[in-house]
T-cell receptor, first 119, second 114 residues
C-alpha cells in the first residue's frame, strides 16, 4: 500500500522569504500523480499544484514550485516570496494511475504541515 | 467554478442519534468522497462513490454508511452517533476516473457528539 509522509508538523517563514515543505512517499508503482493541497483556517481546501510522475520537469504555479525527485520518492513544495495569505495547513497527496486499477484513484494524504507566516 | 456545498458548518448531536451529513456538487462529477479530518491524522477516507447508487468503503467505514441516489448528492449517515465520531467531515468531488483531475472540497462540517 502507498503511504505519504510529511515530516514537518509545523513550519514558520518570514513574509517575503522562501520556505520548503517536505513530502516523501512510498510506492512500487512507476506511474502516479502527486498533489499539494492548501487548507486556510476555516476555509475550503484548494489545489496548489500537481505533478505527473512521468513528467521529469518540475511543476510551477506562480510562486509555488515543486522539487520532484522520483528515485528518492520525494515531492517538496517551495513557496517563494511568502505572503500572509499563504498561512495554512498544507497536505501532500498521492494518487495511483488508472493503469493499476484498484480504488478509482483515491487520494492518499499525508498528515499535513501547518505553515505560519510572520509579518 | 465548481462548487461543493455541505448542509451544515457546525452540528451538535447527542450520543445514539442518527446523523445525516449532506453534500451537493454542481459540476456533474462522477466521483464523490467523504473524509474525516482529525488533528495529527490528516484526512482519512470513509466512503466514496463513482456513480449513482454505487459506493465503496474507504479506510475507516465502521460506524458510517452512505447514500447516493442522485449524481449531485452524496450523503454520509452516522447510524448511532458516538463521541469518537466527533470530528471535521469533508466532502469532495472529482470528474472522471483517469488523469490528474483536481479534487474539489466542500467547506466541511464540524460535528460534535455529546
Amino acid at each position: 500500500a502507498q503511504t505519504v509522509t510529511q515530516s514537518q508538523p509545523e513550519m514558520s517563514v518570514q513574509e517575503a522569504e522562501t520556505v520548503t515543505l517536505s513530502c516523501t512517499y512510498d510506492t512500487s508503482e512507476s506511474d502516479y500523480y502527486l498533489f499539494w493541497y492548501k487548507q486556510p483556517p476555516s476555509r475550503q481546501m484548494i489545489l496548489v499544484i500537481r505533478q505527473e510522475a512521468y513528467k521529469q520537469q518540475n511543476a510551477t504555479e506562480n510562486r509555488f514550485s515543486v522539487n520532484f525527485q522520483k528515485a528518492a520518492k520525494s515531492f517538496s513544495l517551495k513557496i517563494s516570496d511568502s505572503q500572509l495569505g499563504d498561512a495554512a495547513m498544507y497536505f501532500c497527496a498521492y494518487r495511483r494511475h488508472m493503469n493499476y486499477g484498484g480504488s478509482q484513484g483515491n487520494l492518499i494524504f499525508g498528515k499535513g504541515t501547518k505553515l505560519s507566516v510572520k509579518p | 467554478d465548481v462548487k461543493v456545498t455541505q448542509s451544515s458548518r457546525y452540528l451538535v448531536k447527542r450520543t445514539g442519534e442518527k446523523v445525516f451529513l449532506e453534500c451537493v456538487q454542481d459540476m456533474d462529477h462522477e466521483n464523490m468522497f467523504w473524509y474525516r479530518q482529525d488533528p495529527g491524522l490528516g484526512l482519512r477516507l470513509i466512503y466514496f462513490s463513482y456513480d449513482v447508487k454505487m459506493k465503496e468503503k474507504g479506510d475507516i467505514p465502521e460506524g458510517y454508511s452512505v447514500s447516493r441516489e442522485k449524481k449531485e448528492r452524496f450523503s454520509l449517515i452516522l447510524e448511532s452517533a458516538s463521541t469518537n465520531q466527533t470530528s471535521m467531515y469533508l466532502c469532495a468531488s472529482r470528474r472522471g476516473r483517469q488523469g490528474n483531475y483536481e479534487q474539489y472540497f466542500g467547506p466541511g462540517t464540524r460535528l460534535t457528539v455529546t
